[in-house]
Structures are given as structure tokens and as C-alpha cells.
């Protein structure tokens, strides 16, 4: 069985004519990838386009592809970056950039008294750069220095801004 690295090189070599391996190397993350970009969109069938958009940026790009980060974290950021497009194509929301958003969050309780529950509610209420990093660290189980690169902030912010949305919604379910 291949690793990703041996995977990724071998597609690489192969690509455009033969696209099998890609299929292999990219399974794997789909079921990742959509629970991912359906959190992040809060929609379903914006969530499958961006999905598709991604992957057709995968493959168009994987040529170009560099070892900086791993192949994981930049499928992710592609993800990303393709959700930020969907949500200002739509104009929804607004991306927040008040760093006393949390202090200003919706007080109201849901119907539901299940801590998961209440943990979804809350966590579609931060700013999309917040959510996005909640989502890449405890959902896709990317390190901190990979959602540093994707968001291209320093390591340390993205570490601050962890915490204090951890210290926020522990305080919210208490």
C-alpha cells in the first residue's frame, strides 16, 4: 500500500492522462472534505459545489504541488478557499472582522439542553475565520501549523484565537 507522499508523486507523474490514482488519493478525504465544507456553509448543496470546485482545483493544480505543507492541509485550504468564494458569490453573512465579536454573540439558549447541541449553535455563530479554525482543529484534526497556512496568519494568532474561543464556549456551557 502507498503512502500519500509516494501517492501524490506517482499522480503527479501521471497526470493528465491518467486520472486512477488521483480517484485513490482523493477517497480517502471525501467524506472529511464534505462534513467540513457542509459545516462551514451551513448548506448542503453549497457544500457538494464547493466540494466539486475543489476537487477540480486538486487535480488542476496537483502538477504545481510542493511539499510545504502536506497534501491534506493544502486540500483543506483549497476547501476553504472555495467556501470563502460560495459564501461571497452568495452574500451571505458578513465575515466578521471585530475582534469583540464573541462578547456580542447571541445570549439566546436553544430549545435543546444537549451540550452538542448547544456547541453546534454556538460554534455557527463565530466569525468564519474562527469557525473555520475550530473546524480544521477538532474535525479534520489539523495541527496548528497547518491552519496557520491556510489562513496565512502567524502561528501564535491562530493559537490566541483557539483559545479564546475555547475559553467563549466554555463559559456559553457552563
Not at 486520472?19 to 464534505?34: N, S
Not at 475550530?134 to 474535525?139: N, P, Q, S
Not at 497547518?146 to 457552563?174: G, P
Request: charged content about 30%.
Amino acid at each position: 500500500m502507498l503512502n500519500e507522499r509516494q501517492l501524490v508523486v506517482l499522480v503527479q507523474e501521471r497526470l493528465p492522462y491518467d486520472t486512477r490514482l488521483f480517484q485513490q488519493l482523493i477517497t480517502p478525504y471525501l467524506p472529511e472534505l464534505k462534513g467540513y465544507c457542509v459545516k462551514l456553509l451551513n448548506n448542503q448543496s453549497d457544500a457538494e459545489d464547493v466540494v466539486q470546485e475543489t476537487l477540480i482545483k486538486t487535480l488542476k493544480n496537483l502538477k504545481a504541488f510542493k511539499w510545504v505543507v502536506s497534501f491534506r492541509a493544502w486540500l483543506f485550504k483549497i476547501a476553504y478557499n472555495e467556501c470563502i468564494n460560495k459564501i461571497r458569490e452568495r452574500r451571505w453573512g458578513i465575515i466578521e472582522n471585530d475582534e469583540e465579536y464573541l462578547e456580542n454573540l447571541i445570549d439566546e439558549k436553544t430549545d435543546s439542553e444537549d451540550p452538542a447541541s448547544v456547541l453546534s449553535e454556538l460554534i455557527q455563530h463565530l466569525s468564519l475565520t474562527d469557525r473555520n479554525i475550530m473546524l480544521l482543529r477538532y474535525r479534520s484534526e489539523l495541527s496548528f501549523q497547518d491552519i496557520a497556512n491556510i489562513h496565512q496568519l502567524k502561528l501564535s494568532a491562530v493559537k490566541m484565537r483557539h483559545k479564546r474561543v475555547v475559553e467563549f464556549l466554555k463559559q456559553k456551557l457552563k
